[in-house]
């Protein structure tokens, strides 16, 4: 059961537009999200993350939307840089029954932003 | 560089085998998480340890053992090797138990032939 969903396996911009990738969770008691980037033959490094008490976070370029109702998360990037090329992973947390507050993530998203 | 070591970065073995995984935390960071990615898949949670006990399991098969020794460095056992585990392994680590936010190391990328 994946309680982490990115439906869309790629995503294709163009320098200086904006880039909006998409993340859906099924699990009610997630309470933290995060994103990751990752680039090939690295690991995944924390982009940034917003808790479930907001409903908005901002760092820079990117900018993290959180509808609880919806269980919908996005991440937009503004503006997209060809170095913003990578393999995008969402994640979430919340108490799993004891304080094993591990991170469930989403398959990922390949974003490419071309010149 | 992260801060989380994991040796070795490419291994190469046969069906049947056993492989060990090594994965050193960033300096402080009492919790181990490991991960696995496979072809098309995303990070599959296998298990975590904190301050040398495991706190929660995942996905992890009966072959597959790990432990988190006192200096607090980490391996993973792989044995009876199947084509299928073929994947990328990840270890993270971070400063508490509770996983709010991870560093990860640059994984091991295991090929079982």
């Known amino acids: 059961d994946q309680q982490v969903k990115q439906n869309s396996p790629s995503l294709s911009v163009q320098e200086g537009r904006i880039s909006i990738l998409n993340c859906d969770y099924t699990n009610s008691m997630f309470d933290y999200f995060l994103w990751y980037k990752k680039y090939p033959a690295e690991g995944p490094t924390f982009l940034i993350s917003?808790?479930?008490?907001?409903d908005k976070n901002e760092d820079g370029r990117f900018t993290v939307f959180l509808n609880k109702s919806a269980k919908h998360l996005s991440l937009h990037i503004v503006p997209s840089q060809p170095g913003d090329s990578a393999v995008y992973f969402c994640a979430a947390s919340g108490n799993s029954g004891g304080s094993n507050y591990k991170l469930t993530f989403g398959k990922g998203t390949l974003l490419t932003v071309n010149p | 560089d992260s801060g989380v070591t994991q040796t070795p970065k490419h291994l190469i073995t046969a069906t049947g085998q056993r492989v060990t995984l090594r994965c050193s935390p960033r300096s402080g960071d009492l919790s181990v998480y490991w991960y696995q990615q496979s072809l098309d898949q995303g990070l599959q949670f296998l298990i975590q340890?904190?301050?040398?006990?495991?706190?929660a399991k995942g996905n992890i098969l009966e072959r597959f053992s790990a432990q988190q020794f006192p200096d607090l460095h980490s391996e993973l056992n792989l044995s009876s090797l199947e084509l299928g585990d073929s994947a990328l392994y990840f270890c993270a680590s971070s400063v508490g138990r509770q996983g709010r936010g991870y560093t990860f190391g640059s994984g091991t990328r295991l090929t079982v032939v």
């Open positions: 340890y904190y301050n040398g006990e495991e706190r």
């Open positions: 917003i808790s479930s008490i907001k």
